[in-house]
């Protein structure tokens, strides 16, 4: 079992109504259900700092020419080998 840490959090009545109500789960806890939140927060941070990071790195080196041709003649191949337009199999 996961070690856990009891905290004591004051929240204002609404906010703490409107989260059980739109947050909470059948047969879920308050503890389960803050633990649940905060960890989907926490995933959402880690996940935008990583795009964050990417962009940074891309705007420090974009791509060149070359690997643009590259990456076009590419798609152009892959669309080819799957058998032409991959719009039309969507449409």
Known sequence: MPRTTKVSVSLPNA????????LGRPGEG???LFARVLDEAVRAAEEAEIDA????AYAEHPITDEEQRVHEAMLR???EALGGDLTSRNG
């Open 53 to 56: 990071e990417y962009e940074r």
């Open 30 to 32: 308050r503890s389960a």
């Open 15 to 22: 906010l703490l109504a409107r989260a059980d109500a739109i």
């Open 77 to 79: 191949l892959s669309v």
